[in-house]
């Protein structure tokens, strides 16, 4: 019922994007360091900025759409069961 993924995998996934777009509204962040391509820390923060660039909404859609399409029928699968 639960496989563990990596931080690096809900990053590439949009994921992450996508939450912080999400707790962007309440004016909270997940904030990651990244170094070498690995994530390092991760915590959650209050931010005074609200949203993205429209190059990072891109992004964020384009990574978000793949990861859908990738896994759109194990993702019905799963509801439906």
Do not use: C
Not at 34 to 50: C, E, L, M, N, Q
């Amino acid at each position: 019922m639960i496989e563990e993924k990596s931080w690096e995998d809900f990053r590439s996934s949009g994921m992450l994007w996508w939450i912080n777009m999400i707790l962007h509204t309440f004016g909270w962040a997940i904030v990651t360091e990244v170094s070498g391509g690995k994530v390092t820390r991760i915590f959650p923060a209050r931010v005074k900025f609200r949203g993205f660039t429209e190059e990072g909404n891109a992004e964020g859609y384009q990574k978000v759409s793949a990861y859908l399409e990738e896994n759109a029928t194990a993702l019905k699968e799963e509801a439906d069961s």
